[in-house]
């Protein structure tokens, strides 16, 4: 068994290594191209910017490779059909469409050439995005980075998403090298999607002391907050998350209405903003459990030539032993107890029952 190459719709993607879209310019155009030069799939952010600032993002990645690229928007987002729209007048290959579900993106996108990929969390939701006329799902289990949809490690998700449906499954959350693609390979995965790894790059052009957060976060220091969008997400205890979890009032500078729905607990448009500038002190470092893990700043290629070699060693391995992984990569993630639910999220369903976890996630998520 070898990483092969996968279609989706009408793509033929080399290696099936997706980078995960980071919002608010923390993937932008350098870090897309490269990713995509190397014959894999490289995801805008297209969360947290303009359509205008998009289509420049879109036009650079375009001067810089000839490869596979597109955009990842949250539902979420007040202009999401706006960004939907930019993404298919300027004819990009792939939507990644996460936060939330949406029927009205299969209709825009229907016979446009751009392939609609949901980011789900279940195999049910995987199932219902076939129906509706996805072209493939990345499948995001509990480890990720940004908002979960879910506390169950996506080595958990694959097998029943596998069994589930038919179109491509590509799996995300926690994956941080070659070993744990050959673990999703041979559970039944078609790709990956990577989005620690790809930021620790000397292409993302995050401010250095984003990095540096990254590097020297330990395992301890990952938690995940209550976001003003409803979800949880998976965050590096900086000072700023430390002051929220302990319920310090958090002040919002200027609120520009960019969610559809916003608790407003505190503004996460400009927390991350902080972040992307470097500022330690107040921004939201968002990343997956996994981040403590990795200790250097590579080039992508150099990236994508180890993590390629040693899936296909691993998949040999796993091969000449017939064994299918078993390990998860740890324990549930620890949901913060001290978390406080804004009153619009009141009304939430209780987890999954397969999970330990009390801690409840949305009832539904937003539908545009
Ligand atoms: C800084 C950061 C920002 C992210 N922003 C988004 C986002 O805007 N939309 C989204 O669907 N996923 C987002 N993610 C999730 C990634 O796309 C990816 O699926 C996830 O990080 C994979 O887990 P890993 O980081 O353990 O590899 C973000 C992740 C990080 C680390
Ligand atoms: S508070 Fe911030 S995140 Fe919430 S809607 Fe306003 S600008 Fe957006």
Same mark, same amino acid.
């Given at each position: 068994m070898r990483l092969n190459e996968l279609k989706i719709g009408g793509l033929t993607i080399k290696v099936p290594i997706f980078q995960g879209g980071m919002s608010v310019k923390?993937? %932008?155009?350098?870090?897309?191209?490269?990713?995509?030069?190397?014959?894999? &799939?490289?995801?805008?952010?297209? =969360?947290?910017?303009?359509?205008?600032?998009?289509?420049?993002?879109?036009?650079r990645t375009r001067e810089l490779t000839n490869g596979i690229f597109g955009v990842n928007v949250m539902v979420a987002i007040d202009n999401f059909l706006d960004i939907v729209k930019a993404c298919v007048r300027e004819k990009v290959h792939m939507i990644a469409?996460?936060?939330?579900?949406? !029927?009205?993106?299969?209709?825009?996108?229907?016979?446009?050439?751009?392939?609609? &990929?949901?980011?789900?969390?279940?195999?049910?939701?995987?199932?219902?995005?076939?129906?509706?006329?996805?072209?493939?799902?990345?499948?995001?289990?509990? #480890?990720?980075?940004?908002?979960l949809g879910t506390n169950i490690p996506v080595w958990d998700l694959i097998p029943e998403t596998r069994a589930a449906v038919k179109i491509p499954v590509i799996a995300a959350g926690g994956l941080v090298d070659g070993g744990d693609i050959a673990e999703m390979i041979s559970l039944g995965a078609d790709g990956v999607q990577l989005g620690n790894r790809f930021v620790l790059s000397d292409e993302c052009d995050v401010h250095p002391n984003f990095k540096k957060v990254f590097l020297e976060a330990r395992e301890e220091d990952m938690t995940t907050i209550r976001s003003p969008?409803?979800?949880?997400?998976?965050?590096?205890?900086?000072?700023?998350?430390?002051?929220?979890?302990?319920?310090?009032?958090?002040?919002?500078?200027?609120?520009?209405?960019?969610?559809?729905?916003?608790?407003?607990?505190?503004?996460?448009?400009? !927390?991350?903003?902080?972040?992307r500038d470097g500022d330690i002190e107040n921004g939201l470092f968002f990343a997956g459990r996994n981040v403590y893990k990795i200790k250097d700043i590579l080039p992508v290629k150099e990236i994508f030539r180890r993590l390629?070699?040693? =899936?296909?060693?691993?998949?040999?391995?796993?091969?000449? %032993?017939?064994?299918?992984?078993?390990?998860?990569?740890?324990?549930?993630? #620890?949901?913060?107890?001290s978390e406080k639910i804004p009153s619009q999220f009141r009304k939430l369903r209780k987890n999954s029952p397969r999970s330990q976890d009390k801690t409840p996630l949305p009832k539904e998520t937003p539908v545009a």
């Open positions: 923390v993937s %932008t155009a350098p870090l897309v191209a490269a990713v995509a030069n190397e014959g894999g &799939v490289g995801l805008i952010g297209g =969360t947290g910017i303009s359509v205008a600032e998009l289509e420049d993002q879109i036009r469409v996460g936060a939330g579900f949406s !029927r009205e993106i299969f209709k825009l996108c229907h016979n446009t050439g751009v392939e609609v &990929v949901p980011i789900v969390s279940s195999a049910k939701a995987a199932k219902m995005s076939e129906k509706l006329g996805a072209n493939a799902v990345i499948v995001e289990g509990g #480890d990720a980075g940004g908002h969008v409803g979800y949880l997400g998976s965050a590096v205890k900086t000072p700023f998350v430390e002051k929220f979890l302990k319920n310090e009032f958090v002040k919002i500078t200027q609120c520009t209405n960019c969610l559809k729905v916003c608790s407003r607990s505190f503004c996460i448009l400009e !927390r991350l903003k902080m972040a390629v070699e040693e =899936t296909n060693e691993k998949l040999a391995a796993l091969e000449s %032993t017939g064994e299918l992984p078993s390990h998860k990569p740890h324990e549930k993630p #620890d949901l913060a107890s």
